[in-house]
């Protein structure tokens, strides 16, 4: 760390030198132009860039996995580069094909360029374009409405249910990747903070909310396609059940309104309140867990996953709380 003095000019303007093996490092000459950023009681100074588009390139040659292909694809996104070159000696069929599935998995990319030995993808949308917190408001709708629709497709044995809740996963994780990327390009550039409206720390709380709801859309799909392995359930289990999917899902539900208040002190009372229902997750899990034993074996084993999944569910909705606690707290003074 180095230390400056600040000195007035003219009379009435504050001037502070720059460390010259910063400005060397960062092409700042005389002449130069830099960028400040305030975030409260800081002042970010950057040199100024142009606002042109960042490019990566990639090496997929003999990467023909489906899985690896796209986790290629998907990382280069999070990542924040908004376009993507993709090269080989030759680009086959079928990498086409996944990278083309890839694309249509991430906000915002598209495929603008196919060649023999290149296919170019690139993000149509700006950081101004993104809003994190519609995002996260949409994760919560739709992962917490797909595990009533597992818990209820559990139920009532009902399979085509079943099937459009895994169906729906693909949209959480969509808007998964696309808040991961938006944090990411506000970590590493001051003014996509400013363009999102949002300060650093608390597109993090987000980030860290959406990863649990990520997690819960998970296990939702998790229980609908277990479900596809038990018949109907019926009388005191479904009962249990369903009073435990209702408590699980009570606990992000209440944190989730904790983190997106503006109020710190509703927040607060909010989050604990979250925390204080997860008790009763437990103590209705052991109840089915203690119901579930009058099964055969293979559905007792499927009826312990799903409540397993469903306790875990609490569990996630007591990390969001935590983040709304973190969001809540005043900041301390640098």
Request: aromatic share 4%.
């Amino acid at each position: 760390m180095e230390t400056r003095k600040v000195q007035v000019t003219g009379g009435s303007t504050y001037t502070v030198s720059l460390p010259k093996e910063w400005a060397t490092e960062n092409d700042v000459s005389a002449g130069s132009v830099v960028e400040f950023h305030a975030e409260r009681d800081l002042l970010l100074l950057a040199p100024q860039r142009d606002n042109g588009r960042v490019e990566g390139s990639l090496d997929v040659e003999g990467l023909e996995n489906r899985h690896e292909l796209t986790r290629a694809v998907m990382t280069m996104y999070v990542s924040g580069f908004d376009i993507i070159q993709l090269e080989a000696s030759r680009i086959t069929a079928e990498q086409r094909r996944i990278i083309r599935d890839a694309t249509q998995g991430l906000v915002g990319l598209e495929m603008i360029e196919e060649t023999t030995d290149r296919v170019v993808l690139q993000d149509l949308l700006d950081s101004s374009e993104l809003s994190v917190h519609n995002a996260i408001t949409r994760m919560r709708l739709v992962s917490l409405t797909m595990l009533s629709d597992a818990v209820e497709a559990l139920i009532e044995d009902n399979d085509d249910l079943a099937a459009d809740v895994m169906q729906r996963d693909d949209d959480v994780d969509r808007l998964w990747y696309m808040v991961s990327r938006v944090f990411r390009t506000v970590l590493r550039n001051p003014t996509a903070a400013d363009e999102i409206g949002f300060p650093r720390e608390t597109v993090f709380d987000f980030q860290s909310s959406a990863r649990q709801l990520e997690r819960i859309a998970d296990h939702a799909t998790k229980i609908a396609s277990l479900s596809q392995e038990i018949g109907e359930i019926t009388g005191e289990t479904a009962d249990l059940l369903d009073q435990l999917e209702a408590e699980a899902i009570a606990v992000p539900e209440t944190a989730m309104d904790a983190l997106l208040t503006e109020n710190s002190d509703e927040a607060v009372d909010l989050a604990n309140e979250a925390r204080s229902q997860i008790p009763d997750v437990d103590e209705t899990a052991r109840e089915v867990d203690g119901k579930i034993r009058e099964f055969d074996p293979q559905s007792a084993q499927v009826l312990g996953l799903v409540v397993d999944s469903l306790s875990r569910t609490a569990d996630y909705g007591g990390n969001i709380a935590e983040s709304a606690l973190q969001k809540a707290a005043p900041r301390p003074q640098s």
